[in-house]
């Protein structure tokens, strides 16, 4: 069975740094095809995808938060960490990070989810 | 505003059909595979398709998916009020700024 589960701040101020970790089980991110997502759920609005990271560590990121994000994970603990600078308070939602699978781009899917974390950013 | 867009709500009888739209174009839908997601209330998103039209083990037949050109479609027959939630459609899009891309989401009501 897998599962995901997201930790971190649940308030953090305007323009400082956020740092979400997806901690999970029954998967390895050092096996061929899988990785990591993020996606976030402003309240009462759709669903935003952020970032990606592989099995062998590619990377993908939203064109729009690209110069804001980073993210990296450590095969060894099942964890994968998601940072955005400078945040605002546009960026208050309900965090989530996602198991996927597929080789490529184009071709993945999202079959497992954490249960989500919301993140205000106020002042 | 969502690169694919969805009717914001569809509403149908318990035990009837419905069908939720998701229309693109030909960087996305036209060109890569295409997932539904379901989420009830307070949860988080659970796929229901993925490739166009595969279901994920656990996911009823009543669920079917389908796609032509740059419009997919999500089908579910025999409505149960547990159907009730929203229902996303998401790909890739292959533009200048290739991303994942989901709909607006589409809130379905069972009278």
């Known amino acids: 069975q897998i599962t995901l589960k997201e930790s971190g701040p649940t308030l953090v101020k305007p323009t400082q740094t956020l740092t979400l970790t997806c901690t999970f089980s029954g998967f390895s991110l050092s096996i061929s095809g899988l990785g990591v997502g993020w996606i976030r759920q402003p309240p009462g609005k759709a669903l935003e995808w952020l970032a990606l990271?592989?099995?062998?560590?590619?990377?993908r990121f939203s064109p729009f938060l690209k110069n804001r994000l980073t993210i990296s994970k450590d095969t060894s603990k099942n964890q994968v960490v998601l940072k955005m600078t400078d945040v605002d308070p546009e960026d208050t939602a309900t965090y989530f990070c996602a198991h996927r699978r597929g080789y490529t781009d184009s071709a993945g899917y999202y079959p497992a989810w954490g249960q989500g974390i919301l993140v205000t950013v106020s002042s | 505003q969502s690169i694919l867009t969805q009717p914001p709500s569809v509403s149908a009888a318990p035990g009837q059909k419905v069908t939720i739209s998701c229309s693109g174009s030909n960087s996305n839908v036209g060109k890569n595979f295409v997932c539904w997601y379901q989420q009830l209330p307070g949860t988080a998103p659970k796929l229901l398709i993925y490739d166009d039209n595969k279901r994920p083990s656990g996911i009823p037949d009543r669920f079917s998916g389908s796609k032509s050109d740059t419009s997919a479609t999500l089908g579910i027959t025999g409505l149960q009020t547990g159907d009730e939630a929203v229902y996303f459609c998401g790909t890739w899009d292959d533009s200048l700024s290739a991303h994942l891309v989901f709909g607006g989401g589409t809130k379905l009501t069972v009278l």
């Open positions: 990271i592989y099995w062998d560590d590619d990377k």
